[in-house]
């Protein structure tokens, strides 16, 4: 039986071992900026053009953006789903050989669309091990990426009991507001922050907590963009069980009015969100 969704979902799946594989020869910056006004990587160009190639291939996929280039690519064939992807997330992390991933949203709109609009999205996660979290049709599924792909949770569910907290962003640039909260957050939870946001969701989806990165005094819009970073990981943690928020509001609840628009953005347990939310309102 067909399954669009699921063959976007494959296509990430089959590419993240290569993405892993090109990483080692890849840890120098070129001289081209992304949208952002950041430096690129030579492996954050190489992932946005394996992603790019493979997924525009599949007849579902009409069209495909990343956090790499500055307009949406369209393909031939006008495919019904649209794919948003941050390509190699915590690229900074390469240079020190830390964690990061590959980011992915699918829409059934033409990007930029709002996040009722997302009808999957998932994460690969090159730490140790390549694993890969998807949430589709309620349910976030975790799989180690090896030779094969091994299901290893079928349900996965942000745990109860709050344990872990991870905040980006320089302490003197954060408002007032947010470091009062954070104040309080430090004294209940540990601190887990390895600065790149796939790893740090990760260590909330397994520990419980909270992880975000603010506005900050100076860039009240904070640093992650909406559509490559928040809307994917916010889909994954609320379908698991979590909440998340631009300190207002859910973020899938935002429609952004550009493709790379930023977001403060916030993630994890329910009760950490609410008040956070009460803390900057
Ligand atoms: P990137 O997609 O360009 O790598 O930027 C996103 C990353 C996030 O993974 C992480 O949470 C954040 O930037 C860390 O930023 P900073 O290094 O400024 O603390
Ligand atoms: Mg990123």
Redesign the pocket.
């Known amino acids: 039986m067909s399954d669009p969704v699921g063959s976007v979902v494959d296509v990430v799946a089959e590419t993240a071992p290569e993405i892993r594989g090109g990483l080692a020869g890849r840890r120098v910056y070129g001289s081209e900026e992304?949208p952002?006004g950041?430096r690129k990587l030579a492996a954050d160009v190489y992932a946005d053009d394996l992603l790019e190639e493979r997924l525009l291939a599949l007849d579902a996929v009409g069209s495909y953006a990343s956090?790499e280039r500055d307009a949406v690519v369209t393909a031939d064939g006008g495919g019904a789903l649209h794919v948003a992807c941050?390509p190699?997330?915590?690229?900074?992390n390469l240079k020190s050989n830390n964690a990061?991933g590959t980011l992915f949203g699918v829409y059934d709109e033409p990007l930029p669309a709002p996040g009722s609009a997302l009808i999957a999205s998932g994460f690969v996660l090159f730490g140790p091990i390549t694993t890969m979290v998807t949430a589709r049709g309620g349910t976030v599924r975790e799989w180690v990426l090896d030779d094969d792909r091994d299901l290893v949770d079928d349900d996965l569910r942000l745990p109860e009991e709050p344990m872990v907290y991870g905040f980006?962003?320089r302490v003197p640039r954060w408002t007032e507001a947010f470091a009062d909260y954070v104040t309080e957050v430090e004294a209940e939870l540990k601190l887990r922050y390895g600065?790149?946001?796939?790893g740090?969701v990760t260590q909330v989806l397994t520990y419980g907590g909270i992880f975000g990165?603010p506005g900050l005094r100076d860039r009240p819009e904070g640093?992650?963009r909406l559509l490559f970073?928040g809307h994917p990981i916010a889909h994954v943690v609320e379908t698991a069980g979590g909440a998340s928020s631009d300190g207002e509001r859910s973020l899938l609840d935002i429609e952004p009015d550009r493709l790379h628009e930023r977001t403060p953005l916030f993630v994890g347990d329910e009760t950490y969100i609410e008040r956070l939310e009460s803390a900057l309102g």
């Open positions: 992304n952002s950041e956090e941050d190699l997330d915590g690229s900074s990061m980006g962003g600065g790149a946001m796939i740090d990165y640093k992650l970073e």
